[in-house]
């Protein structure tokens, strides 16, 4: 079992940056155990992802974000981070942290959601 909780999401202006946390209290496997990632869904529009980090810590970033956004884990805090710079109004979405054990393909844990809106 794991629980996600996200923080960070505001609003903020075309150009500007934030900084994304998300917070992964573990029961069953160690925090190291699981492959994380980011999601996002705009109003009326299809879950994207963000980010997926791989087993060795390497992540694997959509072509929208290229550049733009960083990840980065901080295993001892259990802690997931998305430092999201140059901001678009086309970022504006709802952001979900995701977990899975990385032996399996399919996302099963996901927080509740950040919301990000980005205005010009």
């Known amino acids: 079992q794991v629980q996600l909780a996200e923080s960070g999401g505001a609003s903020v202006l075309a150009g500007g940056s934030l900084r994304l946390s998300c917070a992964a209290s573990?029961?069953?496997?160690?925090?190291?155990?699981?492959?994380l990632a980011w999601f996002r869904q705009a109003p009326g529009k299809d879950r994207e992802g963000v980010v997926h980090v791989n087993r060795d810590g390497s992540p694997v970033y959509a072509t929208s974000v290229k550049g733009r956004f960083t990840v980065a884990q901080d295993n001892a805090k259990n802690t997931l981070y998305l430092q999201m710079s140059s901001l678009k109004p086309e970022d504006t979405a709802m952001y979900y942290c995701a977990a899975r054990l990385c032996s399996y393909h399919s996302y099963n844990y996901w927080g509740q959601g950040t919301q990000v809106t980005v205005s010009s």
């Open positions: 573990v029961h069953t496997y160690s925090y190291t155990s699981y492959c």
